[in-house]
C-alpha cells in the first residue's frame, strides 16, 4: 500500500483531489495539510510514501516545504501538483527534491502513474514541463557552444569521464542515441554504454533524472 499525503490550500481542489487519490488502487491517504507548513509537519507525523504538494501556499510555500521535507524526513518522497509550469516555479522546486511534477490539468491515470513513479523513486514530469526542461538545455548548450565556453564544472560530476560529460551534455540538448552517435561519430553501441555508465555513475533513472542532474551541475543552463 502507498501511503500518500496532500497539501494543497484550496478545500475545494484539496477534497477533489483527495476524492481521486482515494479511488486508486493500492493506495491510501493519510492525511492532508493547508500549507507548506503543514505539509512538512504531516510528513514527520504521518511518514507517507509520497507527498502530493502544491507550491503556491500560504506560511510556507511548497518549494520550501519540499526542502525541509527532503531534509527532516528523506524517505518522503515528493511529487509537485500545481498550476504553474513557468521557469520560476519548475527549476526551485526540482532543485529542491521533488521526484515528480504534474500540473492540475492531468487526468486520475495521470496522477496514478506520477504517484507510482515517485514512490518507486523515479522521475516523472508532465511531458510539457520535460519539454521546458529541454528547452532550458538547448538553450543554455547553445549559449555555451557559442561563447567558446564549453568546459564543465570541477567538482560534483560522480567521476564521470570528459566523453561521459559531452554525452551527458547532448542528452540534456534533447538529442537522441542516434544524434549523439552522429555529433560525437561513435557507434550506436558505444553511445549506449556511455548513457547507461552516466545513469549508474550518476543515479539517474532514465534520460528525465539526467537532463536534471546537468541543469543542477551548470552542464546545460
Not at 163 to 184: F, K, S, T
Request: hydrophobic share 50%; charged share 25%.
Amino acid at each position: 500500500m502507498i501511503r500518500v499525503v496532500l497539501a494543497d490550500d484550496q478545500r475545494i481542489v484539496r477534497e477533489g483531489l483527495a476524492l481521486v487519490i482515494g479511488t486508486l488502487d493500492g493506495v491510501e491517504l493519510v492525511g492532508t495539510a493547508a500549507d507548506g507548513a503543514e505539509a512538512v509537519a504531516a510528513a514527520l507525523e504521518h511518514a507517507p510514501d509520497v507527498l502530493v504538494m502544491d507550491l503556491r501556499m500560504p506560511v510556507m510555500d511548497g518549494t520550501a516545504a519540499t526542502r525541509a521535507i527532503r531534509e527532516q524526513a528523506p524517505a518522503v518522497r515528493v511529487l509537485v501538483l500545481t498550476t504553474y509550469a513557468d521557469d520560476a516555479s519548475l527549476l526551485p522546486a526540482l532543485q529542491a527534491g521533488a521526484l515528480g511534477y504534474l500540473t492540475k490539468d492531468a487526468s486520475a491515470e495521470d496522477i496514478e502513474a506520477a504517484i507510482r513513479a515517485v514512490h518507486e523513486g523515479r522521475t516523472h514530469l508532465d511531458p510539457a514541463v520535460q519539454q521546458r526542461l529541454v528547452e532550458l538545455a538547448t538553450v543554455g548548450a547553445g549559449a555555451d557552444a557559442g561563447s567558446g565556453a564549453g568546459a564543465p564544472p570541477a567538482e560534483g560530476l560522480d567521476d564521470l569521464t570528459p566523453r561521459e560529460v559531452e554525452v551527458l551534455r547532448l542528452i540534456a540538448a534533447g538529442r537522441n542515441n542516434a544524434e549523439i552517435a552522429d555529433d560525437l561519430v561513435l557507434s550506436a553501441a558505444t553511445v549506449k554504454t556511455h548513457i547507461n555508465r552516466i545513469f549508474a555513475k550518476t543515479g539517474a533513472r532514465d534520460r528525465a533524472q539526467a537532463i536534471r542532474y546537468a541543469l543542477d551541475r551548470g552542464l546545460a543552463g
